[in-house]
């Protein structure tokens, strides 16, 4: 569906003109309302007759990945396809990106689709929004004034501030430190197919124990989670089978998925204590070797 109604567009040059164009008010279009455009992937392909005005980013300076010396910093006009070939994103901690990246979608889409406008449309089972969650990410937006949020509470208000014309100009990523790895764990129709059940887990050893862990989970919610109370009950424990097993039946007691014609909720239940299980072991093997 193309955007048929479509009047106005919009090509500021900074972030300020960005969200004075994106704030709800009286607009130049003459019908419709006003939504960003960053690589068009998602927006041009869902189309919308309610659409009259759109405010092009492309020429906002926000694509780019810097590695400080504390954090990751990652523009929001960054295309997937950068993540999936950035060498600075590919060691222990950080590897489950330019991977969860890879699986978003084909080639041709990475190089157009942006970091920024995933996470405004991300799916329940979007793998790279459930490895951003295990990765401790916080979103950078204009709402007008700049505001820092987790990823978890942007997701939990997303529609709204969205609808209200924040504007996501970062994502900032910690960096974990000696010993820490991630691993992402997934299950789908086919090897290439998107996530029907996906997992992500963060962790570092110390003495053999796991050190602050991140469990996140996609496809068993409304939207990307995590699981703080699994995280928690393996906090200082050795992952042994008997950990394990408790965290993974822990995972499914703790989610309500629903059902669709991809996998029912039992399907999707069970997957999901699997896949955590699988990534809690991934990214503990990884980071005994990380250290």
Known sequence: MALIHLQQVYRPKTVEE???ALT???SPAKEGRIAALAGGTALVAAGGPDIGAVVDLSGL???YIRVGTKEVRIGAMTPLQALVDAPEL????????PQAAWLEAGRNLRLAAT???TLATAEPEDPLA???LALEAEVILYAPEQQRLPLDDFLEGREQRLADGALIAEVALPLGGAGTAAALARVGRTPRDRPIVCAAARLRLVDGRCQAPVLALGGVAGRPIRLRQVEAMIAGKALDEDVLTAAAQAVVSSVSPPA?????????????GVLARRALIAAAEMAATAG
């Open 18 to 20: 960005a969200v004075t």
């Open 24 to 26: 709800p008010g009286p």
């Open 130 to 132: 459930v490895a951003l």
């Open 260 to 272: 669709d014609y991809r996998g029912s909720a039992e399907y999707r239940r069970a997957m999901a």
């Open 61 to 63: 300076d926000l694509a």
């Open 115 to 117: 970091l920024g406008g």
């Open 90 to 97: 590919g060691n222990a901690a950080w590897g489950i990106l």
